[in-house]
């Protein structure tokens, strides 16, 4: 194409306000705010004698529950740039899962992954079908999504794992799950992952902190998780730093606009939900890798907290990412006994909740900031009357996270203006 279409699209498209600045931060902005978030971290640390609130154990944990959340939000990402909701992000999910485990007890983790990947495409391929093609309710589309997924899977579960003298339950399946797959190969930087450890096992003030933080980032480590990364950043480069992506979100914003431009709308949307699918597959077939197998249930409403971090994170992979180890940096307190880490969890909201009530009040906002206060206030009783929190409040955790993420953010959102309207084409004629 020209480029006057090209230049036309990316006017459309930049995303600036109307003094001409952009909406992101700065990354000197980003960086602050990191460093600022470890100091606080580590203070918290210091006060509370919560040392899983840095430790390398929980950062690998929440590394790993992080990526299957990661890898659903930025499949939502995907299909939403292109102005279609992707309710059905979980089924895709529930397919992938299935899918690498029916392939990785026969053919290793590697070609489960990849089967993982066609699963969810082929489910992205179905919710295009309908809400492209047929124009059926982008919503009921999705939730049909999650339905059939779990039907589907369930049945053919019983049909190849739980089959009477099939060579599925002689290796271990059943009708719930599938035989044991081959381990995933991980890694860790040589000699690097041993220092920081050494420097961790000294609780220093900040230094500690950071190094406990990195030796989790860096030690075992599974390919997988490599993949991901470097799918985030190529979905940055390729939606907004290619041709292709710009007719992809311009299909987002005004889909009338870039079909009289010469944009083919409906391949763009299936391109993109089909894409989307294959990266909610992947994050269920990190599930099912991880275990070694797949087990009916495994996706416990991911794909729901991948949609949620594809909001809060602005439509933006590295919002995205953000959220998505906020989110499993919470989930991973389940997998550690995380009573104690929440309960001074508590006293840090109540802080932040106190400053949040202090700058409302200077703004004159009484309401919000008496609120503010009130809650902050009973959170540190909370915290100063009890020395744990019970099991089934770290349970939710993640559930807590995901509602106050997105109510903190919702107002500083910015969605593509076309996202889940029906688009028929030649409907700008």
Known sequence: ??????????????????????????????????????LLLSALRMITDANDLTSSGQYSSALAAAVP??????????????????IGLEGMMMLGTFCAGWMGWQHGPWIAALAGVIGGAVGGLVHAIATVTFGVDQIISGVAMNILALGVTQYFAKLLFGAEGSAAQQAGGNDKQSPVMENMPDFSIPGLSGWLGDIEKHHWFLVSDLAGIVRGLVTDVSWLTIVAALLFVGTFYVLWRSAFGLRLRS???????????????????????????????????????????????????????????????????GGVAMSAGLFGFMDSLQLRSGGPTVHALLLLLAVLLIGFAAWRLKAGKMRAAIIAGVIGALLVV???????????????????????????????????????????KGQGK
């Open 251 to 317: 299909c987002g914003e005004s889909p009338v606009a870039a079909e009289s431009l010469g944009v083919n709308v409906y391949t763009y949307k299936y391109a993109a939900v089909v894409v989307s699918g294959a990266l909610a597959g992947l994050g269920g077939a990190f599930l099912a890798i991880g275990t070694h197998m797949y087990s009916d249930g495994q996706t416990a409403g991911r794909g729901y907290i991948g949609l949620a971090t594809m909001i809060s994170g602005n439509w933006r992979p």
């Open 1 to 38: 194409m020209s480029t006057t279409f090209t230049a036309a699209l990316a006017g459309r498209l930049s995303g600036k306000n109307k003094d001409g600045k952009g909406r992101k931060l700065s990354y000197p902005v980003v960086l602050l705010i990191i460093a600022g978030a470890l």
């Open 69 to 86: 959340i990661g890898l659903a939000g930025l499949g939502g990402l995907w299909a939403e740039r292109a102005g279609v909701v992707n």
């Open 382 to 424: 909370w915290y100063v009357t009890t020395d744990t929190v019970p099991l089934e409040l770290v349970v939710a955790t993640p559930y807590v996270a995901t509602l106050l993420v997105l109510s903190v953010s919702s107002q500083r959102l910015r969605m593509p203006k076309a996202n889940g309207k029906p688009y028929r």
